[in-house]
Each structure stands twice: as C-alpha cells, then as structure tokens.
T-cell receptor, first 112, second 115 residues
Framework: ETGVTQSPTHLIKTRGQQVTLRCSSQSGHNTVSWYQQALGQGPQFIFQYYREEENGRGNFPPRFSGLQFPNYSSELNVNALELDDSALYLC???????????FGPGTRLTVL | QQQVKQSPQSLIVQKGGISIINCAYENTAFDYFPWYQQFPGKGPALLIAIRPDVSEKKEGRFTISFNKSAKQFSLHIMDSQPGDSATYFCAASMAMGGATNKLIFGTGTLLAVQP
C-alpha cells in the first residue's frame, strides 16, 4: 500500500508569482484535503476535494484553488504569492465517509 | 467556537516518565478526536483517535482520556522514551456534509524526553 506523496519537497518563489503543489493520495482513498502549517503552528484547513469536486473550504482567499483528478491525485494552486504564504503545505487523504486522514510529508514553500 | 485549545506549549519529561498533554473544545458538533505526532520536516502521523462515546482508549503506551461533559481530552504517554520527542497535535473533526470532514488542530506541544 502506497502512502500519501507530495511534490516538490521544497520550493522557493518570489512575491506575486504563482505556484502549483501536487499530491498523490493513498491507494484507494478518494478524498484529498489540503492544510497550511505555518512555522510553530498547527495545520489550518484550506479545502477538501471529493470525487473531483471542492467539498468544503476553510478561511482562505480565492487565490488558493485546487483540482482533483480522476485518479484522485490533487493539485493546490496559489496565485499572487504573499510573504505570509510561506509555510509547510500538507496534503491528507482519506476514504470518503471515513474519519481518518493520512498526511503526506508536505511541501515547504518559501516566498521571498 | 471551532477552536481546539492545547496545553502545555512545551513539555520536558525524564525517560520512563509519563507525558500528559491536554486539549479542550467548545463545539459539540465535533465527533472524532485524533492525536497526531510530527517530527521535524515531516508530515503529521496519526497516533491514536477516539470517538466521544468512549471515555478511554489505549494503544500500547499511548492512552486517550475523554471527558465529554467537560469537553476535554488528553493524551498520556506512559514510559516515555527519547524517541517520543516530537510535536504532538490534538485535533477535532467536524463533518462538512456528505462523506467529508475537516480537522481542526490544536497549537501543538513540543515534547522532549531526556535520557
């Protein structure tokens, strides 16, 4: 059974640029959630995708958007990057209807 | 009302001792309470979880105690080992409709187990 994988591991961007982060869910999991974890903080829920549709969103602006593909992998896109977007971005997968979310290793984004 | 409050912020325990981390919540809509362990540079890993209809759950050296009336839950790590040194997050799950839910995390507890 393959766990949740994310790419890239690290990324450096400048203010105003756009970034795409990728996530492959655990085998058999059809739900993907994205979280932002600032340094020294707990993860904050960004949004969740279930069967290729956004199904729930946290308190994040529209410049945070996502996609889920038929194989359940997912992308997180962030436009017009700001310095405060620097964080560890975590992807978690689960089976729709299941409560347990399994996290990937994260992508460390630094915005200069 | 969607917050989960976690304490202490940091904890130092001697090897073999008991580590105790506490969390409190307000929203009674929460229906699932997991604990995650996170090592530096890694994603959170599920440690143990409990539903509100159970007062205690034990898995190996890890025990969750749950007090529904007080809206509090805690993680006990028995016989703490240096390898347990990590950041621990409590969380609460809230249904968003359909088959999905989101996790609300506490602020984390940095545990250091001294040899």
């Amino acid at each position: 059974e393959t766990g949740v994988t994310q790419s890239p591991t690290h990324l450096i961007k400048t203010r105003g640029q756009q970034v795409t982060l990728r996530c492959s869910s655990q085998s058999g999991h059809n739900t993907v959630s994205w979280y932002q974890q600032a340094l020294g903080q707990g993860p904050q829920f960004i949004f969740q995708y279930y069967r290729e549709e956004e199904n729930g969103r946290g308190n994040f602006p529209p410049r945070f958007s996502g996609l889920q593909f038929p194989n359940y992998s997912s992308e997180l896109n962030v436009n017009a990057l700001e310095l405060d977007d620097s964080a560890l971005y975590l992807c978690a997968s689960s089976l729709g209807g299941g409560l347990t979310q399994y996290f990937g290793p994260g992508t460390r984004l630094t915005v200069l | 009302q969607q917050q989960v409050k976690q304490s202490p912020q940091s904890l130092i325990v001697q090897k073999g001792g008991i580590s105790i981390i506490n969390c409190a919540y307000e929203n009674t809509a929460f229906d699932y309470f997991p604990w995650y362990q996170q090592f530096p540079g890694k994603g959170p890993a599920l440690l143990i979880a409990i539903r509100p209809d159970v007062s205690e759950k034990k898995e190996g050296r890890f025990t969750i105690s749950f007090n529904k009336s007080a809206k509090q839950f805690s993680l006990h790590i028995m016989d703490s080992q240096p390898g347990d040194s990590a950041t621990y997050f409590c969380a609460a799950s809230m249904a968003m409709g359909g088959a999905t839910n989101k996790l609300i995390f506490g602020t984390g507890t940095l545990l250091a187990v001294q040899p």
